[in-house]
């Protein structure tokens, strides 16, 4: 993951992730190791007054989701 460019490559192909997207891997990424409440990534990625929202994150994810595997097959 390349913060500065804004690039996300998985086995060496390019992923196309759009802004959210990328701010919500950028937030995985940033606490490796740890698990994150949906009340955190929502502050993370949309900031205060998010945290009622959590179907955009779910959304999200799930959208995340769907690149990893259609980049790994």
Known sequence: M????HEVKLSGRTVQ??????ELLRA????????LTHRQLLREVWGPGCDGESHMLRANISNLRRKDRAGSS
């Open 28 to 35: 995985l990424t940033r606490y490796p190791g740890r698990v």
């Open 2 to 5: 390349d913060y500065a460019l």
């Open 17 to 22: 992730l759009t802004p959210t997207e990328f």
